[in-house]
């Protein structure tokens, strides 16, 4: 299995344009004044909602690896020097 089918961030932007999709293609049902468009509109945002709050968690967990790598790396450079 390919390390680049399970990255976080394109399975997020996959989930992304699945969800942008998924409106379009029920724009012409989601116009109607109706409590089934509504609560359709509802749960599309709902799930944009989720994706947004993924991909700043995603985020935020990146840069702490990367502040924890940068860490390790001057640990390891300090060692050396003494």
């Known amino acids: 299995m390919n390390d ?3 990255d ?10 699945l969800l942008a999709q ?3 293609s029920l724009a012409p049902q989601m116009m109607e004044d109706d409590a089934g ?3 359709l ?3 599309i ?6 994706a947004a709050r993924l991909k700043t968690v995603l ?6 690896e ?5 860490l390790a790396k001057q640990n390891r450079q300090n060692t050396k020097r003494r």
């Not at 945002?45 to 989720?50: A, S």
């Not at 990367?66 to 940068?70: A, E, I, P």
């Open 4 to 6: 680049n089918t399970l």
């Open 8 to 17: 976080p961030s394109r399975i997020i932007s996959i989930l992304e344009i």
């Open 22 to 24: 998924l409106e379009a």
């Open 37 to 39: 468009a509504d609560r």
């Open 41 to 43: 509109r509802i749960k």
């Open 45 to 50: 945002d709902g799930y944009k909602e989720k």
């Open 59 to 64: 985020t935020k967990a990146q840069a702490a």
């Open 66 to 70: 990367r502040r924890k790598k940068d």
